[in-house]
């Protein structure tokens, strides 16, 4: 049986259970969705969360908004959280009924993004690190995903990009409403903002190490490619997982790497994929640990005590920062950059090596070479003009 909402509406007072009615209707030509929708706003309203709830009254009049809300309520058999800002964090954010001010796309997208499938409240996340929700935000295939924590006094954490948000200390109580058994109703005290793209991240304060953002990575991507950083927004379904040194990590050796043309792009290539969105509970789960980068050279992900570390052959970098959500991926910040190996470094300075062997452990602006390439001394003086020969034919096609 289909009401229409007109003959809906005037049930409403004897339907909620009660005196101080909310303000919202719906739009909705479904029966069951109709009763379950007003249940939820029921649910909003005795909690105080009103602003959420006339977000959600305005979106049923979208198709998209509601195509949201019947996945969310047919799919009764999967658990929803919602994460749902405060009045107050509404206000801070200047966002409020009746929404003049926001486009219906940004409206559903929002109430999307404070979606996520799953049940994440303090008890379902880890111990330590991170739990890693996704939301019903999509941007093209990518869901965008929300980075949680534990925090204090049974507190859930948001981690993102411009800074923490914080739950109350459990879910609403939704125990009137027995309509939304497959729903937590999680109140925050901040109004998410979606993931940013990875050019903007970068000019974020990260760490304590990046309070200015990573401005020299940015000039050094900038150096590979003429768009930047905007090389690496491209939405690919598998996702980007960017490893990004913090700028007191960037030494002459890796200086001088991004002035040589022909290693500039193998240097970037070493800190990141598009083919594979890897978060930290894939590694410290032991899940994943193993990441292919750009070039087929593997990653490794290493966990060690509260600390994670990323290494490129011999190189070890400790990750000072993990799972900070870019609109399609993440990044972590980490204290090293990962250099090209010497081993693989067409060999510019072997030219100097060859005039003047002596000098041989220490070319300028690089690190000492690894004892594993071999030092002057070891070559006979055949290979060494073989060697120079290569040099000189390397050089000669720049
Ligand atoms: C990245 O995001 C910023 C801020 O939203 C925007 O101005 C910029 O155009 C975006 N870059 C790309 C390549 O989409
Ligand atoms: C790249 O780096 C080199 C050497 O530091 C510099 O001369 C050049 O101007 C840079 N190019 C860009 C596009 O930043
Ligand atoms: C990325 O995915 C494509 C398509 O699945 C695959 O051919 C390629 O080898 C992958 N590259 C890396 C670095 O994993």
């Known amino acids: 049986m289909r009401f229409s ?12 259970p009660t005196p101080a009615l909310s303000q919202s209707t719906v739009d909705c030509d479904n029966a069951d969705l109709t009763s379950y929708l007003l249940q939820l706003i029921d649910a909003l309203y005795a909690n105080g969360l009103t602003t959420f709830e006339s977000l959600l009254a305005d979106i049923t009049s979208t198709d998209s908004g509601y195509d949201l809300l019947s996945t969310i309520f047919t799919q009764s058999d999967q658990t929803f959280t919602l994460l749902v800002p405060t009045d107050s964090a509404f206000q801070m954010a200047a966002v409020w009924a009746p929404f003049e001010h926001q486009s219906k796309d940004y409206l559903v997208d929002l109430f999307g993004l404070h979606t996520l499938q799953g049940h994440y409240g303090y008890n379902e996340l880890p111990e330590a690190g991170m739990g890693v929700g996704r939301s019903m935000m999509r941007k093209r295939e990518w869901e965008e995903r929300v980075v949680m924590k534990r925090g204090e006094r049974g507190m859930v954490v948001v981690k ?29 005290d901040h109004v998410l903002q979606a993931p940013p793209n990875i050019s903007t991240a970068l000019t974020l304060p990260s760490t304590t190490r990046s309070p200015n953002g990573l401005p020299l990575l940015q000039a050094a991507i900038a150096n590979v490619s003429a768009s930047g950083a905007d090389a690496l927004t491209e939405i690919k379904p598998g996702g980007l997982t960017f490893f990004a040194p913090v700028d007191d990590a960037w030494g002459k ?38 990441l292919t980068i750009m070039n087929g050279d593997k990653l490794k992900l290493s966990v060690e005590g509260d600390t994670s570390y990323v290494s ?27 250099v090209v190996p010497q081993s693989e470094k067409p060999n510019p300075f072997i030219q100097t090596l060859a005039n003047s062997p002596t000098q041989a452990a220490k070319p300028s602006g690089s690190a000492p070479m690894p004892s594993s390439t071999g030092g002057a001394s070891r070559l006979t003086g055949t290979k060494w003009s073989a060697v120079a020969a290569v040099a000189a034919w390397y050089l000669s096609g720049l």
């Open 5 to 16: 909402l007109s003959l809906l509406l005037p049930l409403l007072p004897l339907l909620l």
């Open 253 to 290: 050796d890796a200086w001088a790497q991004v002035a040589d043309k022909t290693l500039r792009a193998k240097l970037i290539g070493n800190h990141y994929t598009t083919n594979y969105s890897l978060f930290s509970p894939d590694w410290t789960s032991g899940t994943i640990t193993d």
């Open 312 to 338: 490129l052959g011999d190189q070890k970098a400790q990750i000072l920062r993990s799972d900070i959500t870019l609109e399609n991926g993440v990044l972590h910040i980490i204290d090293r950059v990962l």
């Open 160 to 188: 993102t990009a411009y800074g923490e948000v914080s739950s109350w200390s459990g879910p609403a109580d939704i125990s009137a409403q027995y309509l939304l058994d497959n729903l937590v109703i999680l109140p925050i």
